[in-house]
Every structure is written in structure tokens, then in C-alpha cells.
């Protein structure tokens, strides 16, 4: 069974840094592109930064451009997200998902880890 | 890196069909890669992909629910309706410039 489970999010102050990880199982990891998705409170998905399968292509949204950094370990079958410069507007419910079809078909995602940026 | 544009809210009777648009542009839904998908998203859950590469069902999901594309919009349409079709749903689509992928606005069905 294909699992993704997120972690790392939590409270950090404007202008702080995170790093959210993501263990995936139950597939080979090192064959897929990977996503993040996030979903501030209440509103809808917004597509934020994905990863080619061996790291050589990463692409992001225009808003964390400089700001996140994707990575991934395939050795640990597991994706990352730096946050740093964190502003209130990147509160959000962080997804992890799975690019089945290399075409932005996410058929597997993670149950989300909160970020919340708040003073 | 604009939102693809979605009706805020389509609804339809048990039984009926209804269809969702999602209007974009030339470099993203109207470009030639055909990367649309359709994602629903039940209060609380995990999106769900419905429809991938504009039409394509994943294993799994009913055959009421299918996509097309027309120019820069694509479509979801959904066929006998169902209470449990009753979700907020999602287009999304490859952007070439900038390369990226970039999600709709939303769309809530509400089966009355």
C-alpha cells in the first residue's frame, strides 16, 4: 500500500525557518516525480514546488521562489521542504503527493502536516 | 502564476449531470501537453484524483465522471448525480511559462 506521511510542521515566527519531510513506502520512490501542495485554512490547493526523480529538475510557485528549497533523499524514500523567510500568507496545510503519470496526477498524497506563521 | 479560473459552485438534482468548467490560457490548459487533471475534495479528506491527462480515469474512480478540453477551458462532467459526489473539485494543469503546475480556483458541488 502506498503511504505518505508528512511531519515537521508546527508554530514558527515570521521571518523563521522549517524543514517538513515526507517518508513515502509501499512503491519505489526513486521512479516518480514528487509535489508539494499546500492549503491555507478554509481556501483552496495551490501547487508549490515539485522534483524530478533523481533531483536533477526542481520547479517552484512564483510566491516561494528563493524562499523554499525541494529536496529528496532516495536512499531514505523520502522528500523535503526548507521554509525559510516564512511570512503569515505561508500558513497552510502542507501536502505531500505522488506525480503517478509524470503530468501533475497526483494519485497519492500524505495526510498534510500544519504550518502555522504567527508571532 | 494565476489560478485557473472555476465556477465557485455548481449544483444539480440526484440523478442529473452537471459540468464544470476551468478556464485558463495558452500556456497553461490550452497548452499542447494535454496535463489537466481533476482532483475532488470531500470536507476534511484528502484531494482524490478523478480525471488525469484531460480524460483518463484512474483505476478506481466511476465512469460518471469524465473530462474533455476545448482551447484554453477544460471540463468535468459528472453523470447521475450522487449524494456522495458532494465535494469541492479541482482542476489542475501544466504551465509552460514558467514551467510549473498550477490549480483552479475550486468548485463546490452541492447535490440538492
Known amino acids: 500500500e502506498v503511504q505518505l506521511v508528512e511531519s515537521g510542521g508546527g508554530l514558527v515566527q515570521p521571518g523563521g525557518s522549517l524543514r517538513l519531510s515526507c517518508a513515502a513506502s509501499?512503491?519505489?520512490?526513486?521512479?516518480?516525480?514528487m509535489t508539494w501542495v499546500r492549503q491555507a485554512p478554509g481556501k483552496g490547493l495551490e501547487w508549490v514546488a515539485n522534483?524530478?526523480?533523481?533531483?536533477?529538475?526542481?520547479y517552484y510557485v512564483d510566491s516561494v521562489q528563493g524562499r523554499f528549497t525541494i529536496s529528496r533523499d532516495n536512499a531514505k524514500n523520502s522528500l523535503y521542504l526548507q521554509m525559510s523567510s516564512l511570512r503569515a500568507e505561508d500558513t497552510a496545510l502542507y501536502y505531500c503527493?505522488?506525480?503517478?503519470?509524470?503530468?501533475?496526477?497526483?494519485?497519492?498524497w500524505g495526510q498534510g502536516t500544519l504550518v502555522t506563521v504567527s508571532s | 502564476q494565476s489560478a485557473l479560473t472555476q465556477p465557485a459552485s455548481v449544483s444539480g438534482s440526484p440523478g442529473q449531470s452537471i459540468t464544470i468548467s476551468c478556464t485558463g490560457t495558452?500556456?497553461?490548459?490550452?497548452?499542447?501537453?494535454?496535463?489537466v487533471s481533476w482532483y475532488q475534495q470531500q470536507p476534511g479528506k484528502v484531494p482524490k484524483l478523478m480525471i488525469y491527462?484531460?480524460?483518463y480515469r484512474p483505476s478506481g474512480v466511476s465512469n460518471r465522471f469524465s473530462g474533455s478540453k476545448s482551447g484554453n477551458t477544460a471540463f468535468l462532467s459528472i453523470s447521475g448525480l450522487q449524494a456522495e459526489d458532494e465535494a469541492d473539485y479541482y482542476c489542475?494543469?501544466?504551465?509552460?511559462?514558467?514551467?510549473?503546475?498550477?490549480f483552479g480556483t475550486g468548485t463546490k458541488v452541492t447535490v440538492l
Open positions: 491527462n484531460v480524460s
Open positions: 503527493a505522488r506525480d503517478h503519470y509524470a503530468s501533475g496526477s497526483y494519485d497519492s
Open positions: 522534483i524530478k526523480q533523481d533531483a536533477s529538475a526542481k
Open positions: 495558452s500556456s497553461d490548459v490550452g497548452v499542447a501537453y494535454n496535463y
Open positions: 489542475s494543469s501544466y504551465s509552460s511559462s514558467p514551467l510549473a503546475y498550477v
Open positions: 509501499g512503491f519505489t520512490f526513486s521512479n516518480f516525480w
